[in-house]
């Protein structure tokens, strides 16, 4: 069965301290999509990135990089240099290529940057 | 600038009552969803559309309907509200078929006393 795993319930750090965000899936599909999303404060999730399965390369957007492991089933999101801004909820979601329209969510992992 | 835009930010309700829930998107967009979020239990879904007047029930339906008439708006509904629908619940769209990420509205918390 398809599921996501965000271990981490909740996680404080303090600025510029560096934090990974960990998720693991299961899925039966070899050809699947992974995503994840940011929730601030205002409550409007907005997507971060999307990665199919068949690309394994490490993905890098300013101080926000992602490491998609298909041995060990994860993909982890690292925030570099943390700020406050980066306060959030963060999910991790997977969809299956027989059902690509919808998305499995992780139940979430709360950031907590302090100044 | 696109957006998926939800009636009410707030809303307190009675046990009992019959609740309306709209969304409404601008991207011209197949694929409509309603979902629920709980701590520690992530997004759950309840209701899917994939066209006008299509639906397909979520992982959680009980307790909702929903109704599509036209394709930029998705209506979420509580025959009989009851305290366990307290919650978060947002609405999303996308393209059908496709990998595309779905957009989000600002979510609307419903308290039902």
């Known amino acids: 069965a398809q599921k996501v795993t965000q271990a981490q319930t909740e996680i404080s750090v303090v600025e510029k301290e560096d934090v990974t965000l960990d998720c693991v899936y299961e899925?039966?599909?070899?050809?699947?999509?992974l995503f994840w999303y940011k929730q601030p404060p205002s409550g409007e999730l907005v997507f971060l990135i999307r990665r199919n399965s068949f690309d394994e390369q490490n993905e890098i957007s300013g101080r926000y990089s992602w490491n998609f492991q298909k041995s060990t089933s994860s993909f982890n999101f690292t925030i570099t240099a943390s700020q406050v801004v980066d306060s959030a909820v963060y999910f991790c979601?997977?969809?299956?290529?027989?059902?690509?329209?919808?998305?499995?969510f992780g139940t979430g992992t709360r950031l907590q940057v302090f100044p | 600038d696109v957006k998926v835009t939800q009636s009410s930010r707030y809303l307190v309700k009675r046990t009992g009552e019959k609740v309306f829930l709209e969304c409404v998107q601008d991207m011209d967009h197949e694929n409509m969803f309603w979902y629920r979020q709980d701590p520690g239990l992530g997004l759950r879904l309840i209701y899917f559309s994939y066209d006008v007047k299509m639906k397909e029930k979520g992982d959680i339906p009980e307790g909702y309907s929903v109704s599509r008439e036209k394709k930029e708006r998705f209506s979420l509904i509580l025959e009989s509200a009851s305290t366990n629908q307290t919650s978060m619940y947002l609405c999303?769209?996308?393209?059908?078929?496709?990998?595309?990420?779905?957009?989000f509205g600002p979510g609307t918390r419903l308290t039902v006393l």
């Open positions: 999303a769209s996308s393209n059908r078929g496709g990998v595309d990420e779905q957009f």
């Open positions: 899925t039966r599909d070899t050809t699947y999509y």
């Open positions: 979601a997977l969809s299956e290529a027989y059902n690509t329209d919808k998305l499995i």
